[in-house]
């Protein structure tokens, strides 16, 4: 699957972005979509994550409560709604997937075989 990311941008502190992923090849049906985030000098993090089957929904503690993840009824598109952003939410961020991780690794960068291109998130104080 080939994963394509975009929505990102400059904004204000307290201002919203929503972030998509698109899939091409097959749908992301049976995938587990994870969008992840890196900033210069910082390991790569987990931020959301959405298992498309079932729409069951898993956040990092930094974003909870502000960023919200959702899938489309064709399975094909994975978004993220980033509001309240702050400054520290500045990254590149990243959509991923991946048909076989179990549940405990659902969290971690290296688990996901498909990665899309990043898109710039940078918010302003």
């Known amino acids: 699957v080939q994963l394509q990311a975009s929505g990102g941008g400059l904004v204000q502190a307290g201002g919203s972005l929503r972030l998509s992923c698109v899939a091409s090849g097959r749908t992301l049906r049976n995938y587990r979509v994870g969008w992840f985030r890196q900033s210069p000098g910082k390991e790569r993090e987990f931020v959301a994550g959405i298992k498309v089957s079932d729409g069951n929904t898993y956040y990092s503690d930094s974003v909870k409560g502000r960023f919200t993840i959702s899938r489309d009824n064709a399975r094909s598109s994975v978004y993220l709604q980033m509001n309240s952003l702050k400054p520290e939410d500045t990254a590149v961020y990243y959509c991923?997937?991946?048909?076989?991780?179990?549940?405990?690794?659902?969290?971690?960068?290296?688990?996901?075989?498909?990665w899309g291109q990043g898109t710039q998130v940078t918010v302003s104080s």
């Open positions: 991923a997937a991946d048909s076989t991780i179990i549940q405990s690794s659902r969290m971690i960068a290296d688990a996901y075989d498909y």
